[in-house]
């Protein structure tokens, strides 16, 4: 195995392992250094997401949500079913067969593009030397350019010992052997609300999502965060916002939890309790001293608009940096940064970035929220479209929900979509395009969409926007006067 390469990418999760294909595509010698293993001890390629994080979990919520309308959803259409029941370890045995194929497909994609894969632990030193542990051994390996791309892990709160059975983050809650008959879950956000719609689909008795804010879904759109809540309750998840957990302790197998809020104090008991409250870069050790390395306070790797550090040829990209922790932030970020160090313009424009949860009803949205554009005091119209009013919504029984757009009053030009409903995850990949390219309301209200399509609820918003949707009563579209 050589020790000089052009490019050594540290971490293969979206991030890295997208950086060091492109950067092999575009002709650099390039390595790629990753500890992640399986629970069988064998490399995994992928990260967090491939491996414990976004497809496990979206695998689980497909299988969930299949189960949940064989059970209950059927009869509306006629069809009549009986005797569904649960068999817990056949849909875990489809999830771990979904994570293995696409662990495998990025280690296939290695070989086809010449990227050198090691398996080991990497720290950056001086001068971009990287040091590789591998069990007792250490390896020096250097390059022209490094990219640091080492992701994240779940925060675990001070207090609150993580035993990996009763006790568990956001990896092993989706690993369960028996659905819980009653399950806590510290943290209303992404992560918390996607757990707990699985295993109450799944059969919980009781899902209780203790949040500490005051305020449900914040980095959401108010007026979609409020229908997402009202959405949720009806499904029997039990959020109760304005909850700090104050104690937490496991006995006779059961976690017992005591919590405070605007009544006072409360205490709980659960089969299982999941904390999910955000993530932290992996940056511990990632670089030793000699390094120089800059980091800021929470941990993360200080780097300018470009992914660069402040060290020369070394840069850092996706969890481990500044902005959103999302999957194709940080796969963007890689290809930025690989064409750059080829020397083209890589470009990445942030504030076309979609956010996506995978609930049910589904959540997405891009760009600029309505309270943002208030406290930023811009003049805006907005434009909604309910999916009740949709014809292919009807027929598919998915009518819960609305798209809403926001546009400059002035200019038009879209500042902001936000969906709450089926397929909202890619329903927003239209308002991302529209966005990026610059466009307007007015430009989608002059396209043509298919019928009967959910799509032609994004036509409709644009429509109802200028007070002209055709599907619902005509209604000026509201406009918000800069202050």
């Known amino acids: 195995m050589s020790n000089e390469y052009q490019v050594i990418v540290v971490g293969a999760g979206p991030a890295g392992y997208v950086a060091a294909i492109r950067c092999a595509q575009l002709g650099l010698k390039t390595a790629c250094i990753d500890d992640w293993t399986d629970t069988d001890g064998k490399p995994a390629l992928g990260g967090t ?23 209950q959803g059927l009869d509306a259409h006629g069809i009549n079913v009986t005797g569904v029941s649960l068999d817990l370890d056949v ?74 059975k009763y006790i568990v983050d956001s990896s092993d809650a989706l690993a369960f052997d028996n659905v819980p008959a009653r399950l806590g879950i510290i943290g209303a956000g992404v992560i918390g609300l996607e ?111 470009r992914c660069s550090t402040n060290l020369p040829g070394v840069w850092a990209i996706g969890d481990a940096v500044r902005g959103p922790m999302l999957a194709h932030k940080g796969s963007e970020e890689g290809l930025m940064v690989a064409e750059q160090i080829s020397g083209q313009v890589g470009h990445i424009d942030y504030n076309t970035i979609p956010s996506v949860i995978y609930t049910l009803p589904e959540i997405a949205w891009v760009g600029q929220t309505e309270q943002a554009l208030r406290a930023l005091g811009v003049a805006y119209r907005s434009g909604l479209f309910p999916f009740a009013a949709n014809g292919r919504a009807r027929a598919m029984g ?30 927003v990949a239209e308002a991302v395009i529209t966005m990026q390219l610059g466009g307007s309301a007015e430009d989608i209200a002059l396209m043509v969409f298919a019928h009967p399509t959910l799509s032609e609820s994004f036509h409709e918003a644009a429509l109802a926007l200028h007070g002209r949707a055709l599907h619902i009563a005509p209604v000026r579209g509201r406009k918000q006067k800069k202050s």
């Open 195 to 305: 757990l707990g719609s699985v295993w109450k689909r799944l059969g919980s008795e009781q899902v209780v999502l203790l949040e500490a804010q005051d305020s449900f879904l914040p980095v959401a759109d108010e007026q979609v965060a409020t229908q997402a809540l009202r959405s949720f309750t009806g499904q029997g998840l039990d959020i109760r916002l304005g909850s700090r957990v104050t104690a937490c302790a496991v006995k006779n197998d059961k976690v017992e939890l005591e919590y405070q809020d605007a009544d006072g104090e409360h205490s709980m008991q659960f089969d299982r309790l999941v904390v999910a409250v955000g993530r932290h870069p992996n940056t511990e050790n990632l670089a030793s001293d000699e390094s120089g390395l800059l980091f800021d306070e929470w941990g993360f790797i200080h780097v300018d608009e």
């Open 49 to 71: 997401c491939l491996n414990v994080g976004c497809i496990p979990s979206k695998a689980l919520l497909e299988s969930s949500e299949q189960y949940a309308h064989a059970r």
């Open 91 to 164: 849909m875990m045995q489809r999830k771990q067969q979904v994570v293995h194929e696409l662990t495998q497909g990025i280690a296939q994609l290695f070989r086809a593009n010449g990227v050198t894969h090691i398996q080991g632990r990497a720290q950056l030193g001086a001068d971009r030397e990287v040091l590789v542990r591998q069990g007792e051994d250490e390896i020096s390996l250097r390059a022209g350019h490094i990219i640091l791309a080492p992701g994240s892990s779940p925060v675990q709160l001070p207090g609150i010992t993580h035993d990996g």
């Open 398 to 427: 998915h009518t819960e929900g609305f798209i809403k757009l926001l546009a400059d009053e002035k200019t038009d030009r879209l500042l902001g979509v936000h969906a709450i409903g089926a397929q909202a995850s890619e329903l």
